[in-house]
């Protein structure tokens, strides 16, 4: 069984793309929650297994998702050690800045964790997630995390060196890519077009752009080349933007928020 401990929107958009996809069944999953009425909607909803604590959790499941806020971390780790030291579930972590190692230090053994990294976009099915796993993982049990990941999303196996870096192209890029979205509907609303109607166009061709990317198989630039007729509006829209330092603009709120990382 797989428990949950905390139900905030992230392990909820996870409950949901993993009954989605049929990976798990709601009898399969626990959940617990300091908010008891929250967790209490999410079963009735779902119909997954409410429990009253976390002790439950880490005594009854063989998979124990934490989804609680990093500064909880070291309390509830160190609440739930004894439990966990004796029951030796697979403890799946998706703490965004806390490491292995960090999440280790709390317990008196040895224990199996993956660190998980999805994104916001898991909402709708279509996150990017990274995981980690650590010392002592199972070929079983990492088969196990892909496929939960892949429920709700796309998922790669990354190094844990990786994760600061990727927790800004995968993490906050949702953030800059609705703005883009959001600035091109503007664009069109400035020029006569319905807000509405312009974000859906907006939205849609962005989503088609990346799917481009991903199966084309060609390098962006390649694509950029193939929309730019000769003296066409295309190149007009892609010169202006380099002209505003477009590029270099997206590139400084990669480092901007990379930077933050490492200082948190």
């Known amino acids: 069984m797989l428990g949950f401990i905390g139900t905030g929107n992230m392990a909820t958009a996870i409950i949901k793309g993993v009954l989605s996809a049929g990976t798990l069944k709601p009898e399969e999953i626990a959940v617990c929650d300091l908010n008891c009425e929250k967790a209490q909607a999410l079963g009735k909803e779902t119909g997954v297994k409410v429990v009253s604590c976390a002790a439950d959790i880490a005594e009854k499941c063989d998979k124990v998702l934490l989804s609680v806020k990093p500064n909880v971390f070291p309390e509830l780790l160190k609440e739930l050690d004894p439990v966990l030291k004796k029951n030796q579930p697979l403890i799946i972590s998706i703490a965004a800045g806390k490491t292995l190692a960090f999440i280790g230090s709390f317990l008196s053994f040895s224990g199996r964790i993956v660190r998980v990294m999805p994104n916001i976009n898991a909402k709708v099915g279509a996150a990017v997630s990274a995981y980690c796993p650590g010392e002592g993982v ?57 807000k509405a109607q312009a974000l859906e166009v907006a939205a849609q061709a962005v989503l088609g ?23 066409g509006t295309t190149i007009e829209g892609v010169a202006a ?24």
């Open 209 to 231: 752009s990346a799917k481009m990317i991903l199966e084309s198989g060609e390098h962006p630039w390649t694509l950029v080349d193939q929309v730019c007729s000769p003296g």
């Open 241 to 264: 933007l380099q002209e505003k330092a477009f590029e270099s603009a997206v590139t400084s709120a990669v480092d901007a928020a990379f930077q933050k990382d490492s200082k948190v």
């Open 138 to 194: 199972s070929e079983e049990e990492r088969r196990f995390v892909k496929t939960l990941c892949e429920s709700f999303g796309t998922a790669i196996e990354l190094e844990e060196k990786f994760f600061p870096i990727f927790g800004v192209i995968g993490g906050c890029s949702p953030a800059f890519a609705y703005m883009f979205i959001d600035s091109l509907a503007r664009g069109a609303v400035k020029n006569g077009m319905p």
